[in-house]
Structures are given as C-alpha cells and as structure tokens.
C-alpha cells in the first residue's frame, strides 16, 4: 500500500447560482493578461448545452481521457501511445481550435466608442465587437465562455442537441426534454479536477505536466514545456490551455501558493453560494491504475475503494511510517470532502468513464419539480401525501445526471438524491412538525447523527469547516528533494531513484511503450 496525499473538492450543484463570481476571481488573479484572453481555468456552464470549449465531454471528437484495456492492469490513452504520439509529434488532429472557444476568437467592446463616439438625432453610440487579439472590429460573434448562459440557445434547434448527456436518451426524448415545455436546466462549475490518474500528465512527451507529492495538485513546469499540446487533446475535459503568447500550455493550478498559506482558492473564497468544500484524503497509489481500468458500472465504487479511512489505525500507522505528518492526518479526519464521498456517498465524480478518477466531487441537484403548478395549484405540496418530492416529478432527468455524474449508472445519483431528500424529511418533521420522523433516513441508510451533520456541513457550515487545509511540514519530509516535482508522464529518473516512486499514472515506467 502506498498512501498518497490529495487536497481534494466538492461542489454542491443545489446551491450554485450561476453568478460566475468565481469565474471573475480566477480570471483577474490569474488570466488577466496577453495570451490567455479566452482561457478560463474557472467557469460556470449552463446543461443542457455543449459548454467550452464546444462538445468538450464528446471523446469521439477529441479523444481525451483513458480507455479500458481488458486483460490487462491499466487503461490506456485514448488519444494516442507514447509510440504514436512520438511519431506524430509535429501533428495533432484532436486539439480544439480557437473557434471551438471563442469563434474569431475572444472579444471586447469598444466602450472608447461611448465616451468620444458622436450621437446623432436618430441614435446614440454603439459599442462594438473588437477582437482582443488582432484589434479587428465590428467581427461576426458566434460563440464565447457563456454563449449558453441560463439556456440560451440549447432548445431542439439549438446546441441542446448536441449535449452529450443525452447519449443515452433516444432522439425522441431528448426532443421532449429541449422542448419550451419540459426544458431544464442546471448550472455546471468546471475547474481543473487534479485527478488521480490524470492523462494531460500520461500524455505530456517532455514531461512538463506532473503532480506534486505533497498535495497532489496538477501543474505544468513552465520551463519544460515544449508546446506540443498533447496535454491538450489528453485532457478529457479540455481545462489545459495553450498560451499563444509565451508559447507554453497552462492550466488551473487550485491556487497552491494560497493553500501552502492555508487559504482556500480564489474562486473558492470568493462563491457567494458556499457551494464549495476543499479538504485533504489519502489515497492507495498502487490501486490507481486497476481502478481506472474497470469497468464502467464499478468505476464510482471501485473510485471509493482507493480512498482510505484517515481513522483507521493501519492506514494511520502505514501513513507515518511513508513520512505524512500528523497535521495531514489530523486534516484528513476533518476532511469534509471525506465524509461527502465516502461516508455518505452524496457527492459523484464528473464524468468517470473518462478513467482520470478526478479529486472534484459533485453533489447532484435536487431540481424544481415539473408541472407542480398544474397538478395542485402550487409549487410545495406535490408529493404523494407529503412535501418532499419523489424522483419522477423532478424536471431534471435522472438519466441525465447519471451520463453526468456516474458514467450512467442512475442507481448512484438516485442514492445521493435520496439521502438529501432523507434530511430534508427528517429534519422538516423535526422542527415543523415537532415529531422526528426516523423512517426516512433508515430507508435511505442514514443515522440521526448523519442527518445531523449533514444538515451542518450543507446548510451553517463555517469557513472553517467547509475549508480544511493540512499544514504542509517539508522538514518532516524523508525525500525532500522530490517533494515538489511528483509524478511526471515522459519524464526521467533521477540517478538512484525508484521507478516506482516517478512512475506514470497509467501504471508504466516513464519512458516505455504502452
């Protein structure tokens, strides 16, 4: 067992408002300069749509992520082997284009235009569409980061149809659920997932990507990086962003210069919602890359597995004797994110059939109820005798989030739906009623002590409870030298070191053939 560490996420769609104020924090802290106009390492979709860069979840266009190898010990790289894709260095047919983004790329206004513009008897002073990159005005806008924004242009004849959520629906009731009538919508926060497996480092020939042991952020070395974009197409969900200004590929980096001083990201401080939770796990190396190799229906659970119990007394002895330091361990016991995932297992993964096992969880909607007005005359009492609503009168289909959040597997976003509902009833028959209803909650597999604190951590949690961040103790550290680089995809050994120790995330010493 070889026990790592990872700060790890949790959003809750329930709570998400779609302001996109995170999306501003990243953007002036991080991306507020030349080269990296359209990228947003933060931002906040609108489902049903294509998001951005467009039709990012369709693999069979970009493919990005890993696939199951049967048979063997490990998946493998969708998008090419190390043996291809050295041969193919000089070309690489599966990267989004700046249209994919931005269209003619990102744009202003020529708000110069306001203030100096002349008015006239019959109108007043325009702003108009201005590149960002080449000045030209007056360009054609055809798509940007929040095209979609609160639905926008994704009915039947729009970018809906393209969803790849809906892969499992047939076209005739994805037509139904685009339709004016019974449409949906919920807001999907994205920022990098720092994964466990993740194939932007698996992909990387120069080894520029890697994850840091300490923490187990993703970030790319700025002065190993060659521009070959492979990080690009590797990446399933499209966060890695190519600089074509300095020539290097740059992405989400969770803010480590602030969580090495205990504070949260910036976008994270900055939700207005609290929909965000960060905190510390430990997790079994030696189990990623089999894990990330199974099949679909077992990814989640299997997912899990590897997430070990900061409490147990082997794992905590096994923990100190590989040099993590006991504030780890001590952040790990109260970690929120520890207790969403694996003991309430309320919060899913996005997109795990993309095989990266992503350390940002998603705590699924409990959508408004449809036809509510039409069947009781108002929007509370719906339920057959009671106030919370059952899963068929929610207006987001539960087949859509399990495309979503459990590569389709609806059984584990009706268990996370079922359990929130759970709280909701006991704790309604509780403080309304004055008569604690149990039932709900043994049905759902839950205590009194677990509504309890869930009610705590979802709804009154302080800032300190929603962020848990371990105090990172270098000197305590056996293999300080190493304790910064991590694990690299092409990268090389030190003189001395184990192969074990730097070896890729798909299970293979760097260097090999897949």
């Given amino acids: 067992m070889q026990i790592?560490?990872?700060?790890?996420?949790?959003?809750?769609?329930?709570?998400?408002?779609?302001?996109?104020?995170c999306t501003l924090a990243c953007k002036n802290v991080w991306t507020n300069r030349e080269g990296a106009e359209y990228m947003f390492w933060n931002n906040v979709e609108t489902k049903p749509g294509i998001g951005y860069p467009k039709e990012w979840e369709n693999q069979d266009k970009y493919r990005g992520g890993w696939k199951q190898r049967p048979g063997h010990d490990e998946p493998s790289l969708r998008?090419?082997?190390?043996?291809?894709?050295?041969?193919?260095?000089?070309?690489?047919?599966?990267?989004?284009?700046?249209?994919?983004?931005?269209?003619?790329?990102?744009?202003?206004f020529t708000y110069e235009d306001l203030h100096?513009?002349?008015?006239?008897?019959?109108?007043?002073?325009?702003?108009?569409?201005?590149?960002?990159?080449?000045?030209?005005?007056?360009?054609?806008?055809?798509?940007?980061?929040?095209?979609?924004d609160n639905a926008a242009g994704t009915h039947e004849d729009g970018t809906g149809k393209l969803d790849y959520n809906f892969s499992d629906m047939t076209p005739e009731a994805r037509q139904v659920f685009l339709e004016f009538r019974d449409s949906f919508m919920m807001y999907l926060p994205r920022i990098c997932n720092h994964c466990l497996n993740p194939a932007c480092v698996g992909a990387c020939p120069s080894g520029a990507a890697y994850k840091r042991e300490e923490d187990g952020v993703v970030l790319i070395d700025q002065d190993r990086c060659r521009a070959w974009r492979y990080c690009l197409s590797g990446c399933p969900y499209k966060k890695v962003y190519y600089n074509w200004r300095?020539?290097?590929?740059?992405?989400?980096?969770?803010?480590?210069?602030?969580?090495?001083?205990?504070?949260?990201?910036a976008c994270f401080q900055a939700c207005p919602g609290r929909i965000r939770y960060m905190g510390p796990l430990l997790y079994d190396l030696d189990m990623v890359a089999k894990t990330a190799n199974a099949p679909e229906t077992e990814l989640i659970r299997r997912h899990r597995e590897i997430i070990l119990d900061p409490k147990d007394p082997v794992v905590v002895e096994e923990a100190r004797r590989q040099g993590i330091s006991d504030s780890w361990l001590d952040a790990c016991r109260r970690s929120p994110v520890y207790r969403m995932v694996k003991e309430w297992e309320i919060a899913l993964p996005l997109h795990p059939e993309f095989r990266t096992l992503p350390s940002l969880f998603y705590i699924p909607p409990e959508s408004p109820v449809a036809n509510a007005v039409e069947q009781r005359g108002h929007y509370d009492m719906i339920g057959k005798n009671n106030v919370i609503p059952d899963f068929d009168e929610?207006?987001?289909?539960?087949?859509?989030?399990?495309?979503?959040?459990?590569?389709?597997?609806?059984?584990?976003?009706?268990?996370?739906?079922?359990?929130?509902?759970?709280v909701r009833a006991y704790r309604r028959s509780e403080r309304v009623e004055g008569s604690p209803d149990e039932a709900p909650l043994r049905?759902?597999?839950?205590?009194?002590?677990?509504?309890?604190?869930?009610?705590?951590?979802?709804a009154l949690a302080h800032f300190h409870e929603r962020f848990v961040i371990a105090t990172t103790r270098v000197e305590e550290t056996e293999h300080t030298p190493y304790i910064e680089r991590g694990f690299a995809g092409f990268d090389e050994l030190a003189p001395g070191?184990?192969?074990?120790?730097?070896?890729?995330?798909?299970?293979?010493?760097?260097?090999?053939?897949?």
Avoid at 401 to 421: D, F, P, S, T, Y
Avoid at 443 to 458: E, I, K, N, S, Y
Avoid at 497 to 514: D, I, K, L, M
């Fill in 79 to 108: 998008v090419a082997s190390r043996f291809w894709e050295m041969i193919n260095l000089f070309y690489n047919p599966v990267m989004p284009q700046m249209e994919d983004y931005y269209g003619k790329g990102p744009f202003t």
């Fill in 497 to 514: 070191e184990s192969p074990v120790r730097r070896r890729s995330f798909h299970g293979q010493v760097p260097g090999a053939e897949s």
């Fill in 4 to 21: 790592k560490q990872q700060m790890a996420m949790v959003f809750n769609l329930d709570k998400c408002l779609g302001c996109n104020t």
């Fill in 394 to 422: 929610f207006r987001i289909p539960i087949q859509y989030l399990a495309r979503l959040l459990a590569a389709g597997n609806e059984e584990e976003v009706i268990k996370a739906l079922k359990r929130q509902l759970a």
């Fill in 246 to 265: 300095t020539g290097k590929s740059e992405k989400c980096l969770l803010c480590y210069p602030r969580i090495e001083t205990g504070q949260p990201p």
């Fill in 116 to 148: 100096s513009g002349q008015s006239t008897k019959y109108s007043q002073p325009v702003a108009r569409p201005k590149s960002q990159i080449t000045g030209e005005e007056d360009i054609d806008l055809t798509y940007g980061v929040n095209w979609e």
């Fill in 443 to 458: 049905q759902a597999g839950l205590t009194v002590q677990d509504a309890r604190d869930m009610h705590r951590l979802l």
